[in-house]
């Protein structure tokens, strides 16, 4: 799994490509938690190329949601569809997150957060 | 069945009178594109005339009594959907050899016989799944729709047909334009009656381009407007050198029956996942009966109408009791011969282009059903071939001319050689086919990419749906993520998936600790501080994931099984 962080303003997004298994899960929370300690509260975590995601994917995504509500910020996700959409719902987790249907739209709503 | 969001009119939904009225005007008028084969062949046989549109009256009867026997359900006759009956293209080339050889009375002796075989081969259907997969099923209904529209062009265009005059050009581009233009920005009623008022629109056109004339005018003004069905011109004979040419084309008329129906089922149904092959049984039993009657009465074969489903796909009406109104004004017209003499001599141009209207939506039905299956080489050479084959047939019409007798009528239509490579070619491609496969992981080298290749690969060997494949192989890379930390201690974990058209079975077992499947999800704290309930949540998911799990542990060996539907 690889991961790209471009920053947009206050809002830094992460674009996933690959699977979000066990082993991308921990890259992930690793590259989240060192974004919220340096300051970023606003996240947008981009799916637009992810095939795979596992339990530990998700589990993740809630801990990313959680550290960021604590620094007064937000997370949103974007690009969810096909495969990995279906699977979000299978988990039974798609109204647990803010999601939106690409990164810029995603950015923007993040950008407006809290005003 | 789970009512598509396109459809306006669903099966068993009642239309208000006028839309089902100018709905089956509309159907009618379609269908009366394929009166241009009894009109050939009666021609052949050198029916004169003044008596033409007596004996396409008969031919209407026919047509009234097979739509009706497809729509409604007799006992096991008749598929229950809105699928009227039509001449065809596939009795074409045997029916001009029977009036070749023995004039008309071995036409009807032998679509008698035609009509008694496609119903002896309707009650095997279910007996021969495994030689007609869905994806031939979409082969079929891609070669209807190759064979119609090349037949049209070359209509139009080949070198045998006379020049294209500018005014047919201007007439066929007026009617196709309507009907395009309707179909595609037009809305409610102008979209369902898109075929019918573009077929108004090119007689309109025909007529102020002079391509309608004194002829036309003529012979429809010299046939009365009220006359009983002439039946004089029946008798029956058969000839058992003819047999193998009708035979092919009853084997085409079930396969083609077979696969219009796939597309009534799949254009009712939002759920559609394959052919219901009881329904098709049954459909194929009604088609088989409607060309034995037409044998009987003195018409040429019939089949379902594939052009008719691909209108009412593009419509968005459904509903049965369209398929009644169509049946009724069959029997108006069957008493009515100045109407079918007016539908008889339709403007070349009009007539081609509403053809290649409803060809564009069968072709792309055909491509859809083939594609919603995995594809590998076999099936790949399998579809390929009888695409080619077809278009060889289509580009080459010489090249059966010194086959022989027995094998001419294979080469002298695409659809039948199509079909008939794409089922031999199947059969000879099931040898060495293994609908069981195993996979063995170990503990260090459990690479989800493995697993995917190997149900990819699988899949794509057995024809299997792409989206359960996907769920199969989701389920087996979670279940393996799931249980390598705490669960699966030691020795390998091995995969045993078994599949037939109806079933995909997988089943894992390794040596360990049993993942728990809980019918409710953990909540979100647990799972982002619990370990527990990050095993709990991945159960969750694989029991949503497949449609039925069964696990047991016995002798410190677990065992699990993901059931899907297929």
């Known amino acids: 799994m690889e991961l790209a962080t471009m920053q947009e303003g206050a809002v830094v997004s992460v674009a996933v490509k690959g699977r979000l298994d066990s082993v991308g899960a921990d890259l992930l929370k690793a590259r989240v938690s060192q974004l919220i300690e340096a300051g970023t509260a606003r996240l947008v975590i981009d799916f637009a190329q992810v095939a795979y995601i596992s339990s530990a994917g998700f589990r993740v995504l809630l801990i990313a949601a959680k550290l960021a509500e604590h620094a007064n910020g937000a997370l949103a996700l974007a690009g969810i569809g096909g495969e990995v959409k279906r699977l979000f719902d299978l988990a039974a987790l798609t109204e647990m997150f803010t999601i939106l249907p690409d990164r810029a739209q995603a950015v923007e709503a993040l950008a407006n957060h809290g005003r | 069945m789970k009512k598509p969001a396109n459809l306006i009119y669903a099966l068993e939904e009642r239309p208000p009178w006028l839309v089902v009225a100018l709905n089956g005007v509309q159907h009618v008028g379609l269908i009366a594109i394929n009166l241009v084969y009894p009109v050939l062949v009666f021609r052949l046989a050198g029916v004169p005339a003044s008596m033409l549109a007596s004996v396409l009256c008969a031919g209407f009867l026919v047509l009234a009594i097979a739509t009706m026997l497809q729509c409604r359900r007799f006992g096991p006759i008749g598929s229950g959907y809105m699928c009227p009956a039509t001449f065809t293209a596939t009795y074409f080339s045997a029916s001009l050899l029977a009036v070749k050889t023995g004039g008309l009375s071995l036409l009807f002796g032998m679509t008698l016989f035609a009509g008694v075989l496609e119903a002896a081969l309707a009650r095997g259907l279910q007996r021969m799944r495994a030689i007609l997969p869905t994806e031939i099923s979409g082969a079929v209904i891609f070669l209807v729709g190759l064979s119609g529209g090349i037949a049209g062009m070359r209509a139009m265009l080949g070198t045998g047909a006379a020049p294209v005059s500018t005014a047919e050009w201007w007439a066929a581009g007026i009617t196709l334009g309507s009907m395009i233009a309707l179909n595609v920005w037009g809305r409610g009623l102008l979209r369902m009656l898109c075929a019918f008022i573009g077929l108004v629109a090119g007689y309109v056109a025909a007529v102020l381009l002079g391509l309608f004339g004194a002829e036309q005018w003529q012979a429809v003004a010299q046939t009365p407007w009220l ?54 049984t049954r459909g194929a039993l009604a088609d088989g009966a409607g060309t034995a009657i037409a044998g009987l009465m003195g018409a040429v074969g019939i089949n379902t109408s594939t052009p008719s489903v691909g209108l009412s796909s593009a419509t968005g009406v459904t509903s049965r009791v369209v398929a009644y109104a169509v049946a009724a004004l069959f029997v108006v017209l069957a008493l009515m011969p100045k109407l079918a003499m007016l539908l008889a001599v339709m403007p070349r141009a009009v007539l081609v282009a509403a053809l290649l209207f409803v060809i564009c939506f069968i072709l792309i039905s055909g491509l859809q059903v083939m594609s919603s299956r ?32 027995g094998l001419a009528p294979l080469l002298g239509s695409s659809l039948v050689f199509g079909t008939v490579l794409a089922l031999a070619m199947n059969l000879v491609f099931r040898i060495g086919v293994g609908q069981k496969a195993l996979l063995t992981l170990e503990r260090g080298a459990a690479e989800a990419q493995k697993i995917e290749d190997f149900f990819v690969a699988r899949g794509a060997v057995w024809g299997a749906r792409s989206e359960v494949i996907r769920r199969a192989a989701f389920g087996v890379q979670q279940l393996v993520e799931a249980v390598l930390e705490n669960c699966w201690r030691e020795g390998p974990l091995a995969i045993e998936a078994r599949f037939d058209e109806f079933n995909l079975d997988v089943e894992l077992s390794y040596r360990g600790e049993l993942l728990e499947f809980p019918l409710t999800r953990p909540n979100e704290r647990d799972i982002r501080e619990d370990e527990h309930a990050l095993r709990h949540l991945a159960g969750f998911m694989l029991r949503q994931n497949a449609d039925r799990v069964h696990s047991e542990a016995k002798d410190g060996r677990c065992s699990v099984l993901f059931h899907f539907d297929h």
């Open chain 2, 227 to 280: 006359a009983l069905p002439e039946f004089s011109h029946v008798s029956w004979s058969f000839d058992a050198a003819l047999a193998l040419p009708f035979a092919i084309a009853s084997v085409a008329a079930a396969m083609k029956t077979v696969g219009t129906l796939a597309v009534c089922q799949r254009i009712n149904d939002a759920d559609w996942v394959r052919p219901d092959l009881a329904s098709a």
């Open chain 2, 374 to 405: 995995l594809l590998d080489a076999r099936r790949t050479l399998v579809l390929g071939s009888a695409i080619l084959g077809a278009a060889a047939v289509e580009a080459l019409p010489g090249m059966g001319a010194n086959a022989g007798a």
